[in-house]
């Protein structure tokens, strides 16, 4: 059973930065794809970022581009979002998933794409 266990959330003021990483359980690591997703109060949960299991592929909602950036590193089993000039829109819940895959694919439109998710970690933008 894989393991998802997120971190790096806290508050920030607007225009911060911060690292969130999703460390796994696993060490079949490098065959799962891995997507952030994010839930704010009262929205639905909706796909951030996402990147394949070889790293080369990555996806990202337009409301985040040019401001997120995912990478995975296989020997720490961990995947990361690097989120820069947060805006107050980005605070939310967020939540790292993966599923099993040995192609290029990742998505974010569809949470119920992914079968393993963390606890999540509270991203807080607020001056």
């Known amino acids: 059973q894989l393991q998802l266990v997120e971190s790096g959330g806290g508050l920030v003021q607007p225009g911060g930065s911060l690292r969130l990483s999703c460390a796994a359980s696993?060490?079949?690591?490098?065959?799962?794809?891995v997507g952030w997703f994010r839930q704010a109060p009262g929205k639905e949960r909706e796909g951030v970022s996402c990147?394949?299991?070889?790293?080369?592929?990555?996806n990202y909602a337009d409301s985040v581009k040019g401001r997120f950036a995912i990478s995975r590193d296989s020997l720490k089993n961990t995947v990361y979002l690097q989120m820069n000039n947060l805006k107050p829109e980005d605070a939310a819940l967020y939540y790292c998933a993966a599923v099993s895959s040995i192609n290029t694919w990742c998505g974010i439109k569809d949470p119920t794409d992914y079968n393993y998710w963390g606890q999540g970690t509270q991203v807080t933008v607020s001056s």
């Open positions: 990147i394949d299991s070889s790293g080369r592929s990555t």
């Open positions: 696993a060490f079949t690591w490098g065959y799962y794809a």
